[in-house]
């Protein structure tokens, strides 16, 4: 488990960026033999991500749920996310398998949805927890003065609607 970190936090990323959501759903739980090849596809992606920065992947955080999985990645460029997603062998040879065993049978559902950020144009708050998302990808730090609202992560000049409270440690 992760160490939380009291306080408000932000993140803080140098340049634009791409959130890159991929996930799988299980729409028939007796078809493991469809759904668990595709959980199990996932790993070896994401070792081979790891493993080779200069493939543009910054990181990324699984959220699972009873239906499926879902991963956010973030990634450098939409070039390199797209170069890899043409060319990673480990991809590849995941998206051959399932167009071949799923297809559009219905058994196992997959999505992504790409987006690209623009430097200074996201936002995000993390009060009480251990370094997270966009966090654990780019620099975690503190949210207070020109970060301590939404609007003025954004770059807009507004007052808190609710003070801050003091940084205390929980006893």
Not at 132 to 147: I, N
Request: aromatic share 12%.
């Amino acid at each position: 488990m992760s160490k939380v970190t009291p306080g408000r936090y932000t993140a803080q990323m140098e340049g634009s960026f791409v959130v890159f959501i991929i996930g799988f759903r299980i729409n028939k739980l007796w078809a493991v033999h469809k759904w668990l090849p595709v959980m199990n596809s996932m790993s070896p992606m994401l070792q081979e991500l790891y493993r080779n920065k200069e493939l543009g992947f910054i990181d990324g955080t699984f959220h699972v749920s009873w239906r499926g999985l879902t991963l956010i990645q973030y990634w450098r460029s939409f070039e390199q996310l797209e170069h890899y997603a043409r060319h990673g062998a480990n991809h590849l040879s995941a998206w051959r398998r399932f167009n071949q065993a799923v297809g559009t049978g219905g058994d196992v559902g997959i999505f992504h949805e790409t987006y690209l950020v623009q430097e200074g144009q996201y936002e995000c708050l993390y009060n009480n927890m251990p370094r997270f998302g966009l966090a654990r990808a780019g620099a975690h730090v503190p949210a207070t003065g020109r970060r301590e609202t939404a609007g003025r992560r954004l770059g807009r000049d507004n007052e808190p609607a609710v003070p801050t409270p003091p940084n205390r440690m929980s006893r």
